[in-house]
């Protein structure tokens, strides 16, 4: 079965600064991989995804992750980040039989002026 | 176009009682899920519905939790002899086919209390 772990629970940070969430999965399948944020008081939406091809993929709002096979990680990054991106962060991991998709527990992002 | 429906926003009840959630999901959208969402304990999968296939149920916790989908939409999760552990919020979301071609979009829960 697969599962995700993100270390991290809470990660601070100042406004302007980069800022990556870890994220590693398992799973002895291949594997497709989420992110999903949560604004306050606000529902799911997803963020970006990898499925196959590029490992490096974009989302929405200047979001960023990149795909190890090696490392089994698909940790999340921004170069710079705004007020507004105080969140909730799901990873989230699904496989080839697309039956259910299972996500970690969070890791809230706290931006700071 | 309307997204997914959850009802009721919030729920209080006593220990001991049943209670049902319902989740109106995006018309078309053939599966459906319920998670979980406790303070540290992230999102839990409870249970997931595609089309006429059998729900997968494998992360219900308790034989007091059951859910249905009838008529292919509306899903109804229940839970009886409520427990404090219960308290949480109870996210629906629906999607058109596997996830990977599609995202999930999510409802905006029914946060649950146990007295």
């Known amino acids: 079965a697969q599962s995700v772990t993100q270390l991290d629970s809470q990660v601070p940070v100042f406004e302007e600064a980069p800022v990556e969430l870890r994220c590693n999965y398992s799973s002895s399948v291949s594997v497709y991989l989420f992110w999903y944020v949560q604004y306050p008081n606000q529902g799911l939406q997803l963020l970006l995804k990898y499925l196959s091809g590029s490992t490096l993929v974009k989302g929405i709002n200047g979001f960023e992750a990149e795909f190890n096979k090696s490392q089994t990680s698909f940790h999340l990054r921004k170069p710079s980040v705004h007020i507004s991106d105080t969140a909730e962060y799901f990873c989230?991991?699904?496989?080839?039989?697309?039956?259910?998709?299972?996500f970690g527990t969070g890791t809230r992002l706290l931006v700071s002026p | 176009g309307a997204g997914v429906s959850q009802s009721p926003s919030n729920k209080v009840t006593e220990k001991g009682k049943d209670v049902e959630l319902r989740c109106d999901p995006i018309?078309?959208?053939?599966?459906l899920y319920w998670y979980r969402q406790s303070l540290g304990q992230g999102l839990e999968f409870l249970i997931y519905f595609q089309g006429n296939s059998a729900p997968d149920k494998s992360g219900l916790p308790s034989d007091r939790f059951s859910a249905e989908r009838t008529g292919g939409s509306v899903s109804t999760l229940t839970i009886q002899r409520t427990q404090q552990e219960d308290s949480a919020v109870y996210l629906c979301a629906s999607t058109t086919g596997p996830t990977r071609e599609s995202p999930l979009h999510f409802g905006n829960g029914t946060r649950l209390t146990v007295t």
């Open positions: 018309s078309g959208h053939t599966a």
């Open positions: 989230a991991v699904t496989n080839t039989g697309f039956q259910k998709l299972v």
